[in-house]
């Protein structure tokens, strides 16, 4: 068997202690594991059958099992309906040939090997017997405190140019030796204690896995149709795959007449030959990742089921190709019976909104309605989805990736594009989130850095003037302009994605009863003026940052806009305070007189600390919230979406409400978010993840700001 041994769990009973070695496997498994083996010397055969049916159960299909000596408790598993893939054999153990002779040619056969003269013993054994060695201890290790001699990491190397089986590293490896024994040649790592005794078996899994795919070239395989004009299925794939850092294979299910026009005509290749090629690529490459598009007919979605349950890739990201561009339905009800039951494979699913409806079995009302539905079929299904809202009528193009069974939902947005050219975004879209999950990241990260770079190619669709019809995107138009540097996104794209990033602040500011004490116009006297004392306090020395960005900034535009709004914040802010906290003497040394509390002494100390760094973009990143949370907050108070009386001229804080609705404070808002922005947009990577940070920590001392009126217990 050609398996995925890049992170291999033994286990240990003693080490997973009250948690067991059940639910440490199901959270390692959900980390990345792709191999366990059941390692258990004082249980008995039948003990050994039941924890093997038992992880069986728990593993369902998303990792190999295999377990250690018990050839005849992997077979009494198998009888009784457990998914047992193979064997890991000591020297002294049961004969790998009789191993390969009871489990057959698809079996996972492992060898523990550490000498030349086990080099040699495999040497003479017939070709196709053992999978893989087991190559150890690299360090010493009280898990097997019979080991021989520690190799080291020289020891491991030397012992894997000699090998001629892949070699997998074992005995006292710990994470920082995943980058030294991948160099070394280790086709992956198998881990004891380290994940056995870890708090969190899942997280450690995943950094394990980061670290081993970091700098490698994840090989992704496509299965989908073709498109002779290049601009969707295959072709549209293996760019999208290139253009994401992956290396992509492409296994045909259909073979289509088209052109930006349209579809002409299908032909589908036999079943077998599809089984053939999928075969022939698995047989051979170990496969990181697989994208699924056009699936033509029930028979194929079968083949492609079958050969998955078998191969069982590490991501399997499904495009739900259900639905023409006409509304016209592509697969008969059989066929989208079958389509529907090949979603429990999937790692994502990236249904549009009328391949979500066929999916969810109703029509889908609108973007809210859309989300729903995809929660309830990721929760039926086991599968994260992506549902993308592109036909939407509307200036922006959300998506939404929902995880029912992590509790995870995240929403996208993003300013319309305006362009023809959306020719096969669909799979360019999910082949470039199959790469990037391939690579290690989280799935958010991946949905944000493929939507990055889909809506880059869109942009540039235009100057590729391919067809008459719907051109395609250009999948390399970045890749050209930076010569394979990281997506540099739009301001437009980092003015959404930052929104977003503090979506549940603004939830809790909603929610604070300072907020909506204030819209009701029940919030007393005391806590108000307290409010607006530190608040003054705070725009002294916010005036002064915004002064330093006014001093650092790159063109005189820019200079005029921050002085001007430093001048603001003294003149005109600070004088409505202090109608409100020293009526008689105007804005004097008696408005500052408070003493500044926690949250107002925190917010300063950031803006400062940004300041000081003498950086103008992260600057602007940090005082920008100040703008646009308060443009945002009073213009949903004179909206009327806290409550009718907070626009009553009459309310008695009519005069500090109507100021952060001012048209004039508005635009400037607007001026504020064009400049940060772009200088996001412009900025390097490095830079860019400064700036956002310093934005998203300036917005939680927002929250803390408005909560500390009432009392820190008022946030949630």
């Avoid at 009553?648 to 607007?670: G, I, K, V």
Wanted: net charge negative.
């Amino acid at each position: 068997m050609n398996a995925d041994l890049s992170l291999y769990l033994v286990t240990d009973a003693a080490l997973c202690g009250d948690r067991g070695v059940v639910e440490t496997v199901r959270r390692a498994v959900d980390g990345g594991v792709r191999i366990v083996q059941l390692r258990d010397k004082a249980a008995t055969d039948a003990e050994t059958v039941d924890q093997l049916i038992a992880l069986s159960r728990v593993i369902d299909g998303r990792a190999l099992l295999v377990v250690n000596d018990r050839l005849d408790a992997a077979v009494a598993a198998r009888e009784r309906g457990a998914r047992v893939d193979g064997v890991h054999l000591g020297q002294g153990d049961a004969s790998v040939l009789r191993a390969r002779e009871v489990l057959g040619p698809d079996a996972l056969i492992g060898l523990t090997a550490n000498t030349p003269a086990h080099l040699d013993a495999v040497g003479a054994l017939p070709a196709g017997t053992v999978d893989y060695l087991g190559v150890g201890v690299i360090r010493p290790t009280t898990t097997k405190p019979d080991h021989p001699a520690p190799l080291g990491i020289d020891g491991f190397r030397d012992f894997v140019r000699n090998s001629p089986l892949p070699c997998v590293a074992i005995g006292g490896v710990g994470i920082d030796d995943t980058e030294s024994l991948r160099e070394a040649g280790a086709a992956g790592l198998a881990v004891v204690s380290v994940l056995c005794t870890a708090d969190d078996p899942g997280a450690t899994a995943g950094e394990f896995r980061r670290r081993w795919l970091a700098g490698a070239v994840p090989r992704v395989l496509s299965i989908a149709g073709s498109d002779p004009s290049g601009g969707a299925g295959i072709q549209a794939d293996l760019k999208s795959i290139a253009a994401n850092g992956g290396y992509g294979m492409a296994v045909l299910t259909a073979l289509t007449v088209q052109n930006t026009q349209g579809v002409r005509a299908v032909h589908v290749p036999p079943a077998h030959f599809l089984r053939a090629q999928l075969d022939a690529v698995s047989d051979d490459i170990v496969i990181d990742a697989v994208k699924i598009g056009m699936l033509a007919d029930t028979e194929v979605i079968r083949v492609v089921g079958a050969w998955l349950d078998e191969v069982r890739p590490p991501v399997v990201v499904l495009d739900p190709v259900m639905v023409a561009t006409s509304g016209d339905r592509l697969l008969d009800a059989d066929a989208e019976r079958a389509l529907r039951e090949l979603l429990v494979r999937a790692t994502l699913v990236t249904p549009n909104l009328a391949e979500l409806a066929v999916l969810a079995g109703r029509d889908i009302a609108d973007w809210e309605d859309a989300v729903s539905a995809a929660e309830r079929l990721s929760a039926e299904m086991g599968a994260a989805v992506l549902v993308k809202g592109g036909h939407l009528v509307g200036d922006t193009a959300p998506d939404a990736l929902v995880d029912a069974r992590r509790g995870a939902r995240q929403e996208f947005t993003g300013p319309r594009i305006p362009t023809r050219n959306t020719h096969g975004t669909g799979c360019s879209l999910s082949s470039a989130l199959a790469t990037l999950l391939a690579r290690g990241e989280e799935p958010a990260d991946a949905v944000r850095a493929a939507r990055a770079w889909l809506r880059e190619s869109l942009r540039a669709g235009d100057t590729l003037r391919v067809g008459r019809g719907h051109g395609p995107v250009d999948h390399f138009a970045g890749l050209r302009e930076r010569a394979a540097a990281q997506t540099r996104p739009a301001a437009d794209d980092v003015a959404a994605e930052w929104w977003q990033e503090i979506a549940e602040i603004r939830t809790e500011i909603d929610e604070l009863p300072f907020i909506r004490a204030l819209a009701e116009g029940s919030l007393e006297r005391g806590p108000f003026l307290s409010y607006l004392a530190q608040d003054a306090l705070y725009l002294r020395e916010y005036a002064r940052v915004l002064a330093e960005a006014a001093r650092l900034a790159p063109t005189s535009a820019e200079q005029g806009f921050w002085a001007q709004s430093a001048h603001g914040s003294i003149v005109g802010e600070l004088e409505l305070h202090a109608s409100w906290l020293t009526p008689a003497r105007g804005v004097s040394a008696a408005t500052f007189a408070a003493e500044p509390g926690p949250a107002t002494t925190a917010y300063l100390d950031h803006l400062r600390s940004v300041a000081f760094g003498g950086d103008y973009a992260e600057i602007v990143a940090a005082v920008l919230p100040c703008f646009w949370l308060y443009t945002d907050l009073g213009r949903r108070l004179h909206a009327g979406e806290f409550g009718e009386y907070a626009r009553d001229p009459h309310h008695p804080f009519a005069s500090w409400l109507a100021t952060y609705a001012d048209p004039a404070f508005e635009e400037a808002t607007e001026t504020a978010i064009a400049y940060a922005s772009g200088a996001a947009a412009r900025a390097d990577a490095a830079t860019r993840a400064h700036m956002r940070r310093a934005f998203v920590v300036s917005s939680a001392h927002e929250l803390a700001f408005f909560a500390a009126p009432m009392g820190p217990q008022s946030l949630r």
